[in-house]
Structure formats: C-alpha cells, structure tokens
Nanobody
Framework: QVQLVESGGGLVQAGGSLRLSCAAS????????MGWYRQAPGKQREMVAT???????IYADSEKGRFTISRDSAKNTVYLQMNSLKPDDTAVYYC???????????WGQGTQVTVSS
C-alpha cells in the first residue's frame, strides 16, 4: 500500500522560507516520478515541481529560482525547499507520485502553507 505523508507546512511571513517533506512508503522515490502540487482556495490544483527517476527536475515558471525539489533515497523522502515566499504561495501543498508500470497516481493528504504579507 502506497502512502505519502507531507509535513513542514505552516505560517510564515513574506520573504521567509519553509521546507516541506514527503515521506513515502510502498514505493521507492528514487525509481518514481515525484512531484509537489498546490491548490489555493477557489483555484485548480497546479504543479509546483517534479523530480524524475533520473534526477531531472521541472518547475513551474513562477517557482523557478525560489523553490528546489530534492530527494533522499536513504530516507525515501522528497523535499520542497521554498525560499522568498510570497502571499500568492499560500495554498495546500500535496505530494504526488506517478508509477508507470502499471500506471498509477498517488496523493498525500496535503499540508497547509500560509504566507502573510
């Protein structure tokens, strides 16, 4: 059974930093495409950052240079380091895992990030 458990969210002032963690079980993060998504109130869920099994990363344009996705295979955990946070970054952040064989997508329960101005 696959489980993704996010942590690290909270309240931070604009310009501050947070590091989100996604502890995975039932999958190996080093062999799986892992991502962070977010959903703000009244908006659709959107991709923030993705890291593929080969280590390559993809970022949404608005996060380039501010956010960094990484993984620790020994801990089977994926991280999202968020710097220079803005009020527009306020959302629930979700961890995502995509397996290819068989095709399957998994989601964590989400962690709230609130950035005050």
């Amino acid at each position: 059974q696959v489980q993704l458990v996010e942590s690290g969210g909270g309240l931070v002032q604009a310009g501050g930093s947070l590091r989100l963690s996604c502890a995975a079980s039932g999958i190996t993060v080093g062999f799986t495409t892992m991502g962070w998504y977010r959903q703000a109130p009244g908006k659709q869920r959107e991709m923030v950052a993705t890291i593929r099994s080969d280590g390559s990363t993809i970022y949404a344009d608005s996060e380039k240079g501010r956010f960094t996705i990484s993984r620790d295979s020994a801990k089977n955990t994926v991280y999202l380091q968020m710097n220079s946070l803005k009020p527009d970054d306020t959302a629930v952040y979700y961890c995502n895992a995509v397996k290819s064989l068989p095709p399957q997508t998994y989601w964590g329960q989400g962690t709230q990030v609130t950035v005050s101005s």
